[in-house]
């Protein structure tokens, strides 16, 4: 991972970073993920990195704690970079459904690699949260 750091990314380290954003074993084509990997300018890389090396980011999980408006969390089963566990640990109370919603078979990638299923649990959301809005502008 090292890789999406650096300022230089050899194809074979994008390949093996592209990798890790499906269902590990699965035949999905991740080659758009290399050419987006390697076209990604090298300073924006390694800008990320020093910004995350220097702590320089907010802390999402408090922001995320204090929202009012419902969040939705789609997670991929097959995950290999952001760990359901750890998800699942953290206390949302806006979190749709109450729970991180779980697609079977998929990794980081969902929306690529099940669009339908993806698109399917946002368009409820979204009708979901719509719903709520109104309800509570009635109040």
Avoid: N
């Avoid at 995950?79 to 998800?87: F, P």
Wanted: one cysteine or more.
């Amino acid at each position: 991972m090292a890789a999406l750091f650096s300022d230089q990314v050899s194809e074979a380290e994008a390949k093996a970073v592209a990798g890790c954003f499906v269902a590990s074993g699965v035949s999905f084509d991740v080659g758009e993920f290399v050419s987006d990997i390697l076209s990604t300018d090298g300073a924006a890389r390694t800008g990320l990195g020093a910004s995350l090396g220097a702590g320089r980011f907010a802390d999402e999980v408090a922001i995320v704690s204090a929202l009012e408006q419902p969040l939705g969390i789609v997670h991929g089963e097959a995950e290999q970079l952001v760990s359901l566990a750890y998800l699942r640990k953290l206390d949302f109370p806006a979190l749709w459904r109450g729970e991180v919603q779980v697609i079977p078979d998929v990794g980081h990638a969902l929306h690529q690699e099940a669009p339908r299923k993806f698109a399917a649990l946002l368009g409820e959301f979204v009708g979901e949260a719509a719903h709520a809005d109104e309800l509570a502008a009635d109040e």
